[in-house]
């Protein structure tokens, strides 16, 4: 069993960033991919950004390409997404989740694991 416990959220102002990060454990992040997804309240929970297994190839949905930037660190079981130029659309409850293999998806059938989610806020 994995835990992902995310932390790094709060309120910042439109323009502002954050930097939100995803501790693993009960299994090594290593061998896997990783993501980070969001919801906003009446909505679907949806794509942000995916970081494959080695840190070698990301994807990121449009909404915001440009602005977020995933990375990992293995050796320290730990996914982050910076995330500067926010803007209102971006609050919502961002979930980390742990890759069903090494490589990184948009699908949320892609990954097994999911953290309790922590809410961001951009006020404007």
């Known amino acids: 069993q994995v835990q992902l416990v995310e932390s790094g959220g709060g309120l910042v102002q439109v323009g502002g960033s954050l930097r939100l990060s995803c501790a693993a454990s009960?299994?090594?992040?290593?061998?896997?991919?990783m993501g980070w997804f969001r919801q906003a309240p009446g909505k679907e929970r949806e794509f942000v950004a995916a970081?494959?297994?080695?840190?070698?190839?990301?994807n990121y949905a449009d909404s915001v390409k440009g602005r977020f930037t995933i990375s990992r660190d293995n050796a320290k079981n730990t996914v982050y997404l910076q995330m500067n130029s926010l803007k209102a659309e971006d609050t919502a409850v961002y979930y980390c989740?742990?890759?069903?293999?090494?490589?990184?998806?948009?699908?949320?059938?892609?990954?097994?694991?999911w953290g309790q989610g922590t809410q961001v806020t951009v006020s404007s």
């Open positions: 970081i494959n297994w080695d840190g070698g190839g990301t």
């Open positions: 009960g299994r090594t992040v290593s061998g896997y991919a």
């Open positions: 989740s742990f890759g069903l293999t090494g490589w990184g998806t948009s699908g949320r059938q892609g990954y097994v694991y």
